[in-house]
């Protein structure tokens, strides 16, 4: 189900939206700084940001209590290449289980009791989240 949510409008998120000015990672980290403060927000905890290994990357890896969310952040200046979301299809969600249970093998500070796949779209200080 996916969950809308806006920052603010000062002046300072409208300098970082001028998003013609941003590289990809530029944007791309914008994307995830907002999505990480939604997530901290809702009384979650952040593991990992941008962790990455010989396969890719993930995003952000959260916890809440015992349960662990893996979150793939796709942030957007325009539609015109389509929306975040639509950018997360199948094969990137197979490649994302890949690397989570490589993750949750290597690195995880505990054993989970459940481990959910989130999707977070951002364009411009619009955020929507789909919670699997």
């Known amino acids: 189900?996916?969950?809308?949510?806006?920052?603010?409008?000062?002046?300072?998120?409208?300098?970082?939206?001028?998003?013609?000015?941003?590289?990809?990672?530029?944007?791309?980290?914008?994307?995830?700084?907002?999505v990480t403060?939604?997530?901290?927000?809702?009384?979650?905890?952040?593991l990992e940001r941008n962790w990455r290994c010989r396969s890719g990357e993930l995003d952000i890896i959260l916890a809440k209590g015992r349960n662990v969310v893996i979150c793939e952040v796709k942030t957007r200046s325009s539609e015109r290449y389509g929306t975040p979301l639509e950018a997360v299809g199948p094969a990137k969600q197979r490649k994302l289980r890949r690397l989570a249970a490589q993750w949750l093998r290597e690195e995880a500070p505990f054993k989970p009791d459940s481990?959910?796949?989130?999707?977070a779209g951002v364009m411009g200080r619009q955020i929507q989240v789909v919670v699997s």
């Not at 403060?37 to 952040?46: A, E």
């Not at 481990?115 to 999707?119: E, K, L």
């Open 37 to 46: 403060q939604w997530y901290l927000d809702r009384g979650y905890c952040v």
């Open 115 to 119: 481990v959910r796949f989130d999707v």
């Open 1 to 34: 189900m996916p969950i809308a949510f806006q920052r603010g409008s000062g002046a300072a998120n409208r300098e970082q939206m001028s998003t013609s000015r941003f590289d990809p990672r530029k944007l791309g980290a914008y994307g995830e700084n907002l």
